[in-house]
């Protein structure tokens, strides 16, 4: 029980292996996907009061690491039922896609409940490779091959921050003698002001920040958003960053009290992150490489809360992460209807979307008008709720200047809403959306209403999760 949710995705890898080599037709193949999809999320609602410790105490099954394993497991089919055949995906290779993105979700999974430094680097190495061949797995994308080298620069990046998260972890175990977090933080209190250990930290906390696309690990993202499947920048742009901010939180419990320098470059890091992320948004044409900017300054606000090492602050991180996922992959939904083709979608081609889908518009508008920040959505709460938590810590310049970040942000957002409201639809044919999306896009509507009215109801759930951890 406490590891049948990784077993069962197991299970599923494997189906997608043996279908791979009978090659049958896409919608056979993605009728299965959606619905084993569905049961890896039953399955990990059916496990989610699971406690226990597996493999010598290197793998931890508590209510933290299963409500992260829950929440991956829905947004992984949420990607898989907007994502329509797989438009952007070749079809003789859609067996072998599925297969390394449930491969990947095992990944993260275990990453979750991962507790010693050897077990969290096979956990990520193994989602990461596998996304790292999901990217340039795109169908014809373009004359250039702007798939191959956004793969290659995915793979890149990828590899040096492996090369500094492991530099780190031999430095964790050099000062503490040990690979389990648990111990390590017990020596590491006492070691902590040493220079060493303030090294390994920053530089185990730099392979996490490269999965969060935070700043300075954030240089992938633009050519990879845009030259990967919409199906693909979908996944990678919600599911790994739920595990990445899962597994910041266990390691921000190696910093003690004693914790100014470590806590001063993690607000430079959010800062810059914002910054970066949001004058970079301002001038993007491409729908992607402008949610792939927003996403780095989103990583940003997650740090917010974060960087404050407490639990009230982690709690909320955690909230603000997954409403994240949901803002986004309502903007995604709304991209992979737009483009039946697969191509990517210019902010143009969104003109007049109220006159030929009103509720795709409606969608797009509910999920950038979260991100944005205003009310009564998810976003506002959350950067509402991570701003307060970051003031009674003392961090008032940082909060000013992400109150800053919140307005530049509202620009480019309510740029997309006019040209999907206030345009004619200059003779550009209907966006037709089957009954399946229909239904997702109003979940996805109910769902960024109803975290950002009733945020108290969710952070008692993560607050539950934090406690776990603590």
């Given at each position: 029980m406490l590891f049948l949710p990784e077993l069962t995705l197991l299970g599923v890898s494997l189906v997608f292996f043996c279908l791979s080599l009978s090659k049958p037709n896409s919608t056979k193949i993605?009728?299965?996907?959606?619905?084993?999809?569905?049961?890896?999320?039953?399955?990990?609602?059916?496990?989610?009061?699971?406690?226990?410790?597996?493999?010598?105490?290197?793998?931890?099954?508590?209510?933290?690491?299963?409500?992260?394993?829950?929440?991956?497991?829905?947004?992984?089919?949420?990607?898989?039922?907007?994502?329509d055949r797989l438009a952007g995906v070749a079809e003789k290779v859609q067996s072998e896609y599925y297969l390394f993105m449930f491969v990947a979700v095992l990944g993260l999974m275990m990453l979750v409940s991962s507790v010693e430094l050897l077990a969290i680097f096979v956990s990520l190495e193994l989602s990461s490779f596998s996304v790292y061949i999901m990217v340039p797995m795109r169908k014809n994308a373009s004359a250039s091959g702007a798939q191959a080298e956004a793969g290659i620069k995915?793979?890149?990046?990828?590899?040096?921050?492996?090369?500094?998260?492991?530099?780190?972890?031999?430095?964790?175990?050099?000062?503490?003698?040990?690979?389990?977090?648990?111990?390590?933080?017990?020596?590491?209190?006492?070691?902590?002001?040493?220079?060493?250990?303030?090294?390994?930290?920053?530089?185990v906390l730099s392979g996490f920040f490269y999965k969060l696309a935070l700043f300075p690990f954030h240089f992938w993202v633009p050519d990879v958003y845009e030259g990967a499947a919409n199906e693909t920048t979908s996944f990678i742009a919600a599911v790994p960053k739920l595990a990445a901010v899962a597994l910041l939180v266990r390691t921000m419990t190696l910093i003690s009290a004693e914790r100014e320098v470590i806590v001063n470059i993690l607000v430079l890091c959010a800062l810059l992150s914002m910054f970066y992320g949001n004058l970079s948004a301002l001038v993007q044409k491409d729908a992607k490489r402008l949610?792939?900017?927003?996403?780095?300054?989103?990583?940003?606000?997650?740090?917010?809360?974060?960087?404050?090492?407490?639990?009230?602050?982690?709690?909320?991180?955690?909230?603000?992460?997954?409403?994240?996922?949901?803002?986004?992959?309502?903007?995604?939904?709304?991209?992979?209807?737009?483009?039946?083709?697969?191509?990517?979608?210019?902010?143009?081609?969104?003109?007049?979307?109220?006159?030929?889908?009103?509720?795709?518009?409606?969608?797009?508008?509910?999920?950038?008008?979260?991100?944005?920040?205003?009310?009564?959505?998810?976003?506002?709460?959350?950067?509402?709720?991570?701003?307060?938590?970051?003031?009674?810590?003392?961090?008032?310049?940082?909060?000013?200047?992400?109150?800053?970040?919140?307005?530049?942000?509202?620009?480019?957002?309510?740029?997309?809403?006019?040209?999907?409201?206030?345009?004619?639809?200059?003779?550009?044919?209907?966006?037709?959306?089957?009954?399946?999306?229909?239904?997702?896009?109003v979940f996805l509507i109910v769902v960024i209403i109803a975290m950002g009215v009733m945020p108290n109801k969710f952070l008692e759930i993560t607050t539950i999760a934090v406690q776990a951890v603590m």
């Open positions: 993605k009728n299965v996907a959606i619905t084993l999809s569905a049961l890896v999320v039953l399955v990990t609602l059916a496990c989610l009061q699971s406690e226990g410790e597996l493999f010598y105490q290197a793998y931890r099954v508590d209510f933290f690491s299963q409500l992260f394993k829950f929440i991956i497991a829905l947004t992984t089919l949420i990607v898989l039922v907007f994502s995915y793979l890149l990046f990828g590899v040096m921050a492996t090369g500094f998260m492991l530099f780190g972890m031999s430095y964790l175990f050099g000062i503490t003698g040990s690979t389990h977090l648990s111990v390590i933080i017990e020596k590491l209190s006492l070691a902590y002001t040493q220079p060493a250990a303030l090294v390994a930290i920053a530089l949610l792939g900017f927003s996403g780095i300054a989103h990583a940003g606000f997650v740090l917010v809360g974060l960087l404050t090492l407490d639990d009230t602050g982690y709690a909320t991180a955690i909230y603000y992460i997954i409403g994240y996922a949901f803002m986004n992959l309502a903007c995604f939904l709304v991209i992979c209807s737009v483009s039946k083709q697969g191509g990517n979608v210019a902010i143009e081609d969104l003109t007049g979307l109220h006159k030929r889908n009103p509720l795709l518009a409606i969608t797009l508008t509910i999920g950038l008008f979260a991100l944005a920040g205003i009310p009564p959505f998810v976003g506002f709460s959350g950067k509402f709720l991570l701003l307060l938590g970051a003031f009674k810590q003392g961090h008032l310049l940082l909060v000013v200047l992400a109150a800053l970040n919140t307005a530049i942000a509202i620009y480019y957002y309510l740029s997309i809403v006019r040209v999907t409201f206030c345009t004619d639809s200059e003779d550009r044919g209907q966006v037709a959306s089957s009954r399946v999306n229909t239904l997702l896009s």
